[in-house]
Structures are given as C-alpha cells and as structure tokens.
C-alpha cells in the first residue's frame, strides 16, 4: 500500500515539478519495490527462532570486539581494523582501502565490525532487547544477561547518542518488566527484588554519565553535529515547502534538485543534501499523505505488538525513524522482518522449548502460512 502511494506521489512530481528528474528516482523506485518483495516473501518462512539466536549472537560478537578495540586503544594505542582487509570499502568516490589513522583523526569511536557506531546501535538493539525482554531464554539465562552486559559495555564505549537512546529505552523497559507484574489475582503489583535491581541499575547508570564516558556524546548532541542535518534540516525545509511539494513531494532522489532550484539552504546543510531522517525524508520526497502512511504503518507495528520485548523493539524502530535514513533501506526491511516475526509466532519467535513442534506448526498455519513453513 505504502509503495504504491509512494509511486503515485513520484510520478506527480516527475510531471508536476519543474526540477524533478524520473531517471534520479528510478533507483530508489526499484530499491523500494525490492524491499518490499523481500520483506512479504520471507514472512511466515523465515525461522524465526534461528533469527533471533542469531541477532543476539552477532549484537554479542560486535559488542565483545568493540570492548578490545577500546582496551588496544587506551593500552597500546593501537587501532585494530574494523574491515576484512581483502576487502575494499564502497564509498561515493568507489572502493577505498580505509586508513584508520585518518579515520580516527577526530577522535577515537570504537564500534566493532561496523564503520559508524550509530550503524552498531541500530543493528545491536533488537539483539539486546531480546538478550533482556524475551520470556524466554534465547541461547541460555546466564548467557543472555552475559550478552546483554556485553552489549550494552560495547555501545558505551561507543560513545554514540544513537546507542546511548538505545540503551535507555530498553534498559527502562527491562526494568519495568522485572519490577512491574500481574498477579494470579490479576492485579498490578511490584516486585521488591526487581526494585532493588533497578535502583541498582540506576546507581550504575548514573556513575557511568558522572564518568565522563559519554561526554562526547552529549556534546556532540548538545552542539549539533549531526543531529541538526539528521532531524532539525528536515524540519526546517518542511516549514518553507509550498503547497504543491507539500502535497506530492520533490520526488524520490530529488531533495538535491529542490534544493538548488528554490535556494532552499538550511544553516545544517552539509555535502550530502539528500541526507534527512527516514519520517522527514517521506514528507519532502513524497508529500504529506505518504509521511502519514509511514506513520500511520509505524503505528500500527508497535500496536501490534503483544508484549514488551516486540513494543520496545517497535518503539526503537520508530525513535531510528525519527533520526536515521532508513526508509528506503535494508535498515528499514531488517527492523520490519523482525517485528513481523515478532508478530506472526509470538513466545515461538523465540523459544523450541516453549512451543514444540506441533504448536509451532498451529501457530504458522493460524496466521495462514501453512504447515510447510513450520
């Protein structure tokens, strides 16, 4: 549906702005199309308990790497490598050998197998929220607090705002979960040890921001960086858009060419100018009815969603959509595979030993996918 409102709204502008080019579009149109293909053709047929094992095992593995590249560095000043080194790194300019000494030059951000911290936020959360939310363990109890210790060390040390967000929204939900539950009675009631535990947590917590470990990230956040180009540009283009770009957009891959043609600069413009946040990017390129429809989808995931581990990860999802470019990516299919998992099986998305074989197979076949995809 959203696709084909997004196509709608392209094809407008292509006839109705006087600056928008199709051929700028067509990739984006294509990409689109693709992700959508893919994200209805894996649903239902995906193993969704595979899938989750393994979101926490590569959150864990990244997180575990970035821990020793932090420790190389403050010992030895040494920079471990971040790529394959057989591997050449794609860049606007084409494949590149990534030099970390000039990487680095700025200031020293560890982020395991990732180039961008916030790139290791977004992939490690839903493998951190399933390590702390999920009913059930999904490798093993102790291995999952021990990865989700690991996890949330490693998007520390990061020092991204993006992961520190992160790690507040499911720390916060991880923690009302275990000092918040229902009784037999059916009654709300509070839990003394998952109190404690949370004042615990608190106490850490708030030791670590009086360490100055995460100064970086609020001054970076606090002075702009690149919070103004990802969510205060967007904003203000969309004050100064008339009423014709408001209704059908500028056109996929054509904020650029608005830009230029109405001298429409902002003072968070940067090299990239079709750089803006995924919800942003919706209302610029296609116009007001498609920023809806994204909402409105967005919505309706996180509503869907029957527990705390699938809203918080929902509620992630939502926060990166207000920040990041996504929605035209892999990001944005990785995120919505996930909670249509998280949807379509539930407690079976995540656990053999709580559904066997048969349930799984009524759980697939009640939400008409049929017994071959169990």
């Excluded at 899938?51 to 590249?69: E, K, S, W």
């Excluded at 959509?321 to 539930?346: H, Q």
């Amino acid at each position: 549906m959203i696709f084909a409102m997004v196509l709608l709204a392209n094809t407008l502008a292509v006839i109705c702005q006087p600056f928008c080019s199709f051929s700028d579009s067509v990739s984006v149109l294509i990409r689109i199309a693709f992700y959508a293909v893919l994200i209805f053709a894996v649903r239902g047929r995906i193993d969704a308990v595979l899938l989750c094992r393994l979101l926490v095992l590569l959150a864990f593995a990244n997180g575990f790497y970035t821990i020793i590249q932090f420790v190389s560095y403050q010992v030895s000043g040494v920079y471990l490598p971040i790529t394959l080194p057989f591997l050449e790194v794609e860049s606007s300019e084409g494949g590149i050998r990534l030099d970390l000494d000039s990487y680095y030059m700025w200031s020293f951000r560890p982020s395991g197998f990732f180039l961008e911290p916030s790139y290791a936020a977004l992939f490690s959360a839903p493998g951190l929220a399933l390590s702390l939310l999920s009913n059930k363990a999904i490798l093993e109890k102790r291995a999952d607090l021990f990865a989700a210790f690991v996890i949330t060390v490693g998007l520390f040390l990061s020092t991204s705002s993006m992961g520190l967000a992160i790690l507040a929204i499911v720390w916060i939900a991880a923690i009302f979960k275990r000092i918040v539950y229902r009784g037999e009675d059916g009654t709300t009631r509070i839990s003394s040890p998952g109190l404690l535990a949370a004042m615990g947590i608190a106490v850490f917590l708030i030791a670590v921001l009086f360490s100055g470990l995460v100064d970086s990230s609020l001054s970076r956040v606090s002075s702009g960086g690149s919070f103004g180009q990802r969510i205060l540009r967007g904003v203000e283009l969309a004050q100064d858009m008339d009423i014709r770009t408001f209704i059908m957009g500028t056109g996929l891959n054509n904020l650029t060419e608005y830009v230029r043609y109405y001298g429409a600069t902002t003072p968070y413009d940067e090299a990239n100018l079709e750089y803006v946040s995924a919800f942003a990017g919706a209302l610029l390129n296609s116009g007001i009815l498609v920023f809806i429809g994204y909402m409105a989808f967005s919505a309706k995931l996180f509503l869907s969603q029957k527990d705390i581990l699938g809203k918080t990860i929902a509620l992630v999802f939502i926060v990166l959509c207000f920040v990041e470019a996504m929605t035209n990516s892999y990001r944005f299919a990785f995120y919505v595979v996930i909670l249509f998992a998280l949807y379509d099986f539930g407690d079976c998305a995540v656990s053999h030993v709580l559904c066997g074989d048969e349930e799984r197979i009524h759980v697939f076949k009640k939400r008409g996918y049929g017994e071959a995809s169990a």
